[in-house]
């Protein structure tokens, strides 16, 4: 399936390439084909920071903002360590009840996708 172009037509014609643009795809096809193969390969996005490369944070430390936090509930939490911005998100607690007086106590949450979901929470 050809891509759409920004007026949302799909390209009707080949794609034509000057001869100076030629010689210098070329070049770089021979340098890279010369080069180091050790290295690790260009990625656009496909881990998380830290851990691959690009797609951002995908773990976080915090204490959430009120007493209980029901199952199926989202809550926010604010990150213990603040290395970016925002420095709270809205969580989801997809397995389990947490007590009344559970206030100021150490939560995991992991984002999936765009979504922050609870993994763990600091015991009693």
């Known amino acids: 399936m050809a891509a759409q172009k920004p007026d949302g037509k799909r390209p009707t014609g080949r794609v034509g390439f000057t001869r ?3 010689d210098r795809i070329a ?4 340098t890279v084909e010369q080069g180091d193969r050790k290295g690790t390969g260009l990625s656009f996005g496909s881990g998380p920071r830290g851990v691959g490369s690009g797609g951002g944070i995908v773990f976080r430390v915090g204490t959430h903002d009120t007493n209980a936090w029901s199952k199926g509930a989202s809550k926010t ?9 925002p420095n709270t998100a809205s969580a989801l607690n ?10 100021g106590r150490a939560v995991a949450i ?8 609870l993994i763990a929470a600091e015991c009693e």
């Open 94 to 103: 997809l397995f389990a009840d947490i007590a009344t007086g559970a206030t």
């Open 77 to 85: 939490v604010t990150f213990i360590t603040v290395t970016t911005t």
């Open 20 to 22: 100076q643009s030629a």
């Open 27 to 30: 070049r770089v096809v021979r």
């Open 110 to 117: 992991a984002k999936d996708g765009t979504g922050w979901y």
